[in-house]
């Protein structure tokens, strides 16, 4: 079997897996990450969605060998030092969840919406998560949910460059 070696939510892990093995069951079964939920298996629904080396991916479509040496984080790794990231606080502040079934997903890829659009419009939300599902809310909520998290991440970046830039007395 084939031994690879992955970095989830900043550990590093070696594990022997079998080729057909997908990303969302090493996460899950071996790694412990449940965080990641199994939808469809099959890339249409996105609540399997995970950051791979930086960007969103359906983790039910990546081969576990195919993530070999790569960055991935998950919902779990989302949160540091005990506090939640701004769009897992937004979601939970606009009541952008029912079920919960499909929030994992759809937090990782309004996560990676926002790299190429910080400041999206609710027509550019709804397209960019328009491959993660949703069968409870509607979507209006998600929709502002995704618009405060991307305000409160852009006044945090402000707020952290802003203090870069003070010069040493």
């Given at each position: 079997m084939p031994r690879i070696t992955v970095n989830v939510d900043g550990i590093a892990y070696e594990e022997e897996v079998e080729p057909r093995l997908l990303l969302v069951h090493l996460l899950r079964d071996r790694l412990g990450r449940t965080g990641t939920p199994i939808g469809c298996d099959t890339g249409n629904c996105g609540a399997c969605t995970v950051m791979l080396d930086g960007r969103s991916a359906k983790s039910c479509s990546v081969l576990a060998v195919q993530a070999d040496g790569s960055d991935v984080v998950t919902i779990e790794g989302?949160?540091?030092?005990?506090?939640?990231?701004?769009?897992?606080?937004?979601?939970?502040?606009?009541?952008?969840?029912?079920?919960?079934?499909?929030?994992?997903?759809?937090?990782?890829?309004?996560?990676?919406?926002?790299?190429?659009?910080?400041?999206?419009?609710?027509?550019?939300?709804?397209?960019?998560?328009?491959?993660?599902?949703?069968?409870?809310?509607?979507?209006?909520?998600?929709?502002?949910?995704?618009?405060?998290?991307?305000?409160?991440?852009?006044?945090?970046?402000?707020?952290?460059?802003?203090?870069?830039?003070?010069?040493?007395?």
């Amino acid at each position: 079997m084939p031994r690879i070696t992955v970095n989830v939510d900043g550990i590093a892990y070696e594990e022997e897996v079998e080729p057909r093995l997908l990303l969302v069951h090493l996460l899950r079964d071996r790694l412990g990450r449940t965080g990641t939920p199994i939808g469809c298996d099959t890339g249409n629904c996105g609540a399997c969605t995970v950051m791979l080396d930086g960007r969103s991916a359906k983790s039910c479509s990546v081969l576990a060998v195919q993530a070999d040496g790569s960055d991935v984080v998950t919902i779990e790794g989302l949160a540091q030092g005990g506090e939640w990231h701004p769009m897992q606080r937004a979601f939970h502040e606009e009541h952008a969840l029912q079920c919960g079934y499909c929030t994992p997903g759809m937090i990782m890829a309004a996560i990676d919406l926002l790299r190429d659009d910080p400041d999206p419009s609710e027509e550019a939300v709804r397209e960019g998560l328009e491959g993660n599902l949703c069968r409870c809310t509607g979507y209006c909520n998600i929709v502002r949910a995704v618009r405060r998290g991307a305000a409160e991440m852009s006044r945090r970046s402000a707020s952290e460059s802003s203090a870069q830039e003070v010069p040493a007395p």
